[in-house]
Antibody, heavy 120, light 109 residues
Framework: QVTLQESGPVLVKPTETLTLTCTVSGFSLSDPMVGVSWIRQPPGKALHWLAHIFSSDERSYNTSLRSRLTISKDTSKSQVVLTMTNMDPVDTGTYYC????????????WGQGTLVTVSS | EIVLTQSPGTLSLSPGERATLSCRASQSLSNNYLAWYQQKPGQAPRVLIYSASTRGNGIPDRFSGSGSGTDFTLTISRLKPEDFAVYYCQQYGNSPPYTFGQGTKLEIK
């Protein structure tokens, strides 16, 4: 059974760095056919793709946020970490991690999401 | 950046009716890596369709996807009460960002 679980702070202050962890089970981060994406959703708004990483360490980032994002993985811990620097209130939203399949590049399993609020 | 435009923004239909949702890409998706997701309030999205026309695991056959290039369609043949939700398309073209559409809200008429 594939599961993903996001964890991290619920509240961060403006200018701080956000660190989110996605802990996966039911698959391995060393599997060449899958990877992990991060996607966020501001309250009441649409989904927004942030980044992904595959077993080969191939990483892609949203170009508009590239300077602020870093994605990494610890295969032994089954964890993928996303950091976002210089947080702003507009970054408030639910952050999801999802498994991405290389077969068709769809996000076939999702975590339940974690709500992050940016406020002083 | 490939922009995905979904229409309509809101679709009001009754159970048993047919729903047709559109997703138009600003550039051609030569690899047809277009997925459709359903999201209900307070829940994570779930994949319905991938590669434009392949149903995800356990997805009922009343959901179907079609299209290629820049024009894609999600059709729900006979709406059930549990189908009323927000639907998003997402593209995985040749380069990032791998954008989502703005969503179509399917509501009960």
């Amino acid at each position: 059974q594939v599961t993903l679980q996001e964890s991290g702070p619920v509240l961060v202050k403006p200018t701080e760095t956000l660190t989110l962890t996605c802990t996966v089970s039911g698959f391995s981060l060393s599997d060449p056919m899958v990877g992990v994406s991060w996607i966020r959703q501001p309250p009441g708004k649409a989904l927004h793709w942030l980044a992904h990483i595959f077993s080969s360490d191939e990483r892609s980032y949203n170009t508009s946020l590239r300077s602020r994002l870093t994605i990494s993985k610890d295969t032994s811990k089954s964890q993928v970490v996303l950091t976002m620097t210089n947080m702003d209130p507009v970054d408030t939203g639910t952050y999801y991690c999802a498994r991405i399949s290389r077969i068709a590049y769809d996000n076939d399993h999702w975590g339940q999401g974690t709500l992050v609020t940016v406020s002083s | 950046e490939i922009v995905l435009t979904q229409s309509p923004g809101t679709l009001s239909l009754s159970p048993g009716e047919r729903a047709t949702l559109s997703c138009r890409a600003s550039q051609s998706l030569s690899n047809n890596y277009l997925a459709w997701y359903q999201q209900k309030p307070g829940q994570a999205p779930r994949v319905l369709i991938y590669s434009a026309s392949t149903r995800g695991n356990g997805i009922p056959d009343r959901f179907s996807g079609s299209g290629s290039g820049t024009d894609f369609t999600l059709t729900i043949s006979r709406l059930k009460p549990e189908d009323f939700a927000v639907y998003y398309c997402q593209q995985y073209g040749n380069s990032p960002p791998y954008t989502f559409g703005q969503g179509t809200k399917l509501e009960i008429k």
